[in-house]
């Protein structure tokens, strides 16, 4: 059993910044990719960024390019998305997801095989 704990999230103005963070447990010597995802109220879940097991690559939903940026502990299951400017549009609740089978550069939600439960992230504007 994998367990995501997530941390980090709330309330930040637009044009901000904020960090959220996420440690996966459960399962000592398995590295995982690792990234997040994120639900707005009445919409689907989308990809937001990912990154490969030993952090050599990293992946974006255009949303989001330039603006957040993915990092990962080395070594470690751990990682941290850098949210800077968000917009109000940003606000979701963000999910930490873990996965080991699917290729890296894959990030739809059938691709993932843990999901954490989630953090509320409000911008304001």
């Known amino acids: 059993q994998v367990h995501l704990e997530e941390s980090g999230g709330g309330l930040v103005q637009a044009g901000g910044s904020l960090r959220l963070s996420c440690a996966a447990s459960g399962r000592p010597g398995t590295t995982y990719a690792m990234g997040w995802f994120r639900q707005a109220p009445g919409r689907e879940r989308d990809f937001v960024a990912g990154?490969?097991?030993?952090?050599?690559?990293?992946y974006y939903a255009d949303s989001v390019k330039g603006r957040f940026a993915i990092s990962r502990e080395p070594g470690k299951n751990t990682v941290y998305l850098q949210m800077n400017s968000p917009k109000p549009e940003d606000t979701a609740v963000y999910y930490c997801?873990?996965?080991?089978?699917?290729?890296?550069?894959?990030?739809?939600?059938?691709?993932?095989?843990?999901w954490g439960q989630g953090t509320q992230v409000t911008v304001s504007s």
């Open positions: 990154i490969s097991w030993n952090g050599g690559s990293t």
């Open positions: 997801v873990a996965k080991e089978f699917s290729p890296p550069e894959l990030w739809t939600l059938s691709s993932v095989d843990y």
